[in-house]
Every structure is written in structure tokens, then in C-alpha cells.
RNA sequence: GUGUUAUUAGCUUAGUUGGUUAAAGCGUCAGAUUGUGGAUCUGAAGAUCACGGGUUCGAGUCCCGUAUAGCACC
């Protein structure tokens, strides 16, 4: 049987690794290398998804099966018609499997082969999550992507650790595998672990890509780690993921991060980053980042980036938006979240047509020079 | 006019029987944020303790006077 979710290489560059592509998702066609805006708790923080359609351009947006399942329950959301009809999103949704959660939420959690016993953060009740259980919730959730249950080993963590973590993920993933039942709406991805190990990383690549997975995701980096050892990371596992699937970077979403992901051979990626500074004062822009909330733009009329064509950059000024920082209205959040997710899922778009002009690595030099940094 | 209460950081206040470098919240200024427990978190600057005398080894604290404000009574 054909997978919910296919993957359709266009063009690779031939200076890179970079690849320009296409998923294919029961939601609608996903073009790739792509910035995924996250939604955790079936919202966009402070978007419609008019918005995320119309200004931010988003082809597709992310869900966590942690917080729906807590609030307001996955049985309440599959009653609504699922994720798609209860937030009112028609084009494609992933949902993250918890696995962050439990790594970040970890002096309330015991591990165990089984799964993770946990406590809830809005009331303290007892939860387990299994394999198992976590493919019924994302089920019931609907979304086009799900991903297998995992563990994210933190910065850093011993060889030993990691190892027994990597290979109890692999087993973990095996038994999402079996539990899936849902194959032909739902695509449910791989999360290849291993720390900052590459024999670790090669060994979950390989046991991943036995189980033959419709996609694969590299999960354990970006958290917390110099970038170095995150470059090093990226460039060493992306080749071991396989070229006729999606492959996936959880947790990127600075420029120039996502910039090298798309170097290495990556196709989808996911961060809080540009809603979460949005909610702090802080705008991305194509010459670095802009703390709008400083004394410094009192009295800048310019817009956050005059290079950018989103409806905040069209009709406000930085002193406005400063000012509704300032005065902690609702709507310089609202400005400052749409400019930030418009300004990566341009960057992505960028990023394709450069790739499809073998032009990647000379874009990012460019990209580095303009932005401020130094690779 | 008389009595009374108050006056400490930009604002609102804490400060024990007088005892190290006068504390906090908000505000201001800045930093952090990467599969969202984050309109969050961290740090910094900011005070001649209304003013002038006095008592004391030592006064934001006790005494006297002045100023200003509130309240009560003429």
C-alpha cells in the first residue's frame, strides 16, 4: 500500500547537499526545504490560520500530542472531527510525540522500557505514556505527520546513556510501528537518536531505516550544544537518512540554522524561536536580529525589516510596535509573530529557488555577511 | 487659626526596643530564548531617607523648628 506521505526529489544542488523537493501529504503538497511553524496547543500562538495563510504563507504547522492530550483531551478533539476541523487548518499537521516533554519535563518523569510515568503540569495527575498510548492519541488527533514516541537525551549525557536511551527509542519506534493502524492517513516518521555520538547516530539510522519508516526525523540536537558540535551533528547523520523520504530537523528555526540544514540534505523544520522572541519584543530580519522592544527605535519610523512584504513590514513602524511592546497590548505580539514566521518561511522560499539554481552555498555566505554572523 | 497624621528610588510601599553597605513590587535600561510548562526568565542602573538644627559612640528610626500634603475641629 502506498504511504500517506510521499516524498518527490526535484532537483538536488550540485555545489551542496542541499535538495529541493516536494511531500506529498493527504492535507495537501508540501515544497521543501520548508520552516514549519509550531502550534502546540492547536493554535499558533496569537495567528488565525488566515493568517498563517494569507501573510505568513505557512504550508504546514505542528501540534503536540503532550498538551492535547492533557488539555483538552485527544477523545475531545477526535470528537470535534479531529486537529484539522477542530482549530479549522485544511492544509497539512504534525504532530510531536511527547518525547520533548518528557526531556524538558523531566524532575516529574520516571523512565522505564514500558514508557515514561509522568506528571501533569496543570494539575500534578499521574500519566503513562507508552508507544502505544501515544500513537492512540495521535490518532485520534489525526494529524498527516505523527511522529514515534521517543526519548531526547539532554547536553550532554554519557556515551553509556545515550546508548541505552538510543537503543531503548529504536525498540520504543518498532512498537509505534506495530501499534499504527491508521497507515493510510497517517504518516508516522522515525526519530533517529543517538546524542553527539556518530556511531550512536549511525547505529539509530541504520535500525530506523530497517523498520522502513514512510520518514525520518533527526531528533537530540539543537538543545543546548556550541554549534559546532551542532553542525558537526547535522552534516554527519542527514547523509544516513534515506534520499527517497522526507527528512526531517527537530527544533530549528534560526536563519542560520535553518540555512544549514538545508545545506546538509535536510527538508522540514520546526522551532518556537520566532513566536517566542515575537512574545518577548524581538524581530528577525535579513540584517539580524532587531530587540524592538529597546530604547533604541523610540523613535524609528522605518519598518522591523524594509526588506520584508508581511503585513506588519507594510504598514507599521518599529516606535509603533515598540510602543505596543511597551504597553504589553496584545496586537505587538500578534505584529511581531507574523513578520517573524513570514520572515523564515521567506527565508525557506529563498532558500528553493537558490538551491534550484545550484546557488546555496554562495546564498548562505551572503545570508552570514548581511545577517552579522560570523560561520 | 488650632490639633493631628504623614513625607524613604520615577511611582506605591517595607524598614523591629536607635546598630554592618536602607529592602521590595511596578516602571526604566539591557541580556537570554531553537521537536513552547515562556505576554517568561536573568541582570543592571536608580535614594543627601522633605529641609534645617539637636540628642547619641551611632539617627530613616528619638527631640525641636520649617515646608508641603491629608484629615478633624474652630
Known amino acids: 500500500m502506498k504511504p500517506a506521505v510521499t516524498y518527490e526529489l526535484l532537483h538536488i544542488d550540485k555545489n551542496s547537499g542541499a535538495r529541493r523537493g516536494v511531500v506529498h501529504t493527504p492535507h495537501g503538497d508540501i515544497q521543501t526545504p520548508i520552516f514549519m511553524p509550531v502550534g502546540t496547543q492547536a493554535t499558533v500562538k496569537s495567528m488565525t490560520p488566515e493568517e498563517l495563510k494569507e501573510e505568513v504563507k505557512a504550508q504546514i504547522i505542528l501540534s503536540n500530542t503532550y498538551h492535547l492530550y492533557l488539555r483538552p483531551g485527544h477523545e475531545i478533539v477526535k470528537e470535534a472531527g479531529g486537529l484539522h476541523n477542530f482549530m479549522k487548518w485544511d492544509r497539512p499537521i504534525l504532530t510531536d510525540c511527547g518525547g520533548f516533554q518528557v526531556f524538558s519535563l523531566s524532575d516529574l518523569r520516571?523512565?522505564?522500557?514500558?514508557?515514561?510515568?509522568?506528571?501533569?503540569?496543570?494539575?500534578?495527575s499521574k500519566h503513562l505514556f507508552t508507544p502505544e498510548k501515544v500513537m492512540e492519541i495521535e490518532e485520534a488527533l489525526g494529524a498527516d505527520i505523527i511522529m514515534s514516541f521517543d526519548e531526547c537525551c539532554p547536553y550532554p549525557s554519557t556515551y553509556e546513556y545515550t546508548k541505552n536511551s538510543m537503543e531503548r527509542t529504536t525498540r520504543w519506534a518498532k512498537r509505534c510501528k506495530e501499534a499504527h493502524t491508521t497507515t493510510d492517513k497517517q504518516a508516522l516518521f522515525g526519530i533517529i537518536q543517538g546524542g553527539f555520538y556518530e556511531d550512536l547516530r549511525e547505529q539509530s539510522a541504520k535500525d530506523l531505516i530497517d523498520l522502513d519508516f514512510p520518514g525520518y526525523?533527526?531528533?537530540?540536537?539543537?538543545?543546548?550544544?556550541?554549534?559546532?558540535?551542532?553542525?558537526?551533528?547535522?552534516?554527519?547523520?542527514?547523509?544516513?537518512?534515506?534520499?527517497?523520504?522526507?527528512?526531517?530537523?527537530?527544533?530549528?528555526?534560526?536563519?542560520?540554522?535553518?540555512?544549514?540544514?538545508?545545506?546538509?540534505?535536510?527538508?522540514?523544520?520546526?522551532?518556537?524561536?520566532?513566536?517566542?522572541?515575537?512574545?518577548?519584543?524581538?524581530?528577525m530580519t535579513s540584517h539580524g536580529k532587531v530587540v524592538v522592544r529597546n530604547a533604541t527605535y523610540e523613535r524609528d519610523f522605518s519598518p522591523l525589516d524594509p526588506?520584508?512584504?508581511?503585513?506588519?513590514?507594510?504598514?507599521?513602524?518599529?516606535?509603533?510596535?515598540?510602543?505596543?511592546?511597551?504597553?504589553?497590548?496584545?496586537?505587538?505580539?500578534?505584529?511581531?509573530?507574523i513578520h517573524n514566521l513570514r520572515f523564515l518561511t521567506k527565508l525557506m522560499e529563498k532558500v528553493r529557488i537558490e538551491i534550484e539554481n545550484d546557488n546555496l552555498l554562495n546564498f548562505r555566505d551572503e545570508f552570514y555577511q548581511k545577517y552579522g554572523y560570523t560561520k
Do not use: Q, W
Not at 115 to 124: A, M, T
Open 110 to 124: 520516571t523512565i522505564s522500557e514500558e514508557g515514561v510515568e509522568f506528571r501533569s503540569h496543570l494539575d500534578g
Open 217 to 283: 526525523a533527526l531528533g537530540g540536537i539543537s538543545v543546548g550544544e556550541p554549534k559546532e558540535e551542532f553542525l558537526k551533528m547535522l552534516y554527519h547523520t542527514t547523509p544516513l537518512m534515506p534520499e527517497n523520504k522526507p527528512r526531517y530537523l527537530m527544533g530549528v528555526g534560526s536563519p542560520d540554522y535553518l540555512i544549514e540544514a538545508a545545506l546538509a540534505g535536510i527538508d522540514m523544520c520546526d522551532c518556537v524561536l520566532p513566536t517566542r522572541i515575537a512574545r518577548n519584543g524581538t524581530a
Open 307 to 337: 526588506e520584508c512584504d508581511c503585513y506588519t513590514c507594510k504598514n507599521y513602524t518599529r516606535a509603533y510596535i515598540r510602543h505596543l511592546v511597551k504597553a504589553n497590548e496584545i496586537l505587538g505580539v500578534r505584529l511581531l509573530s
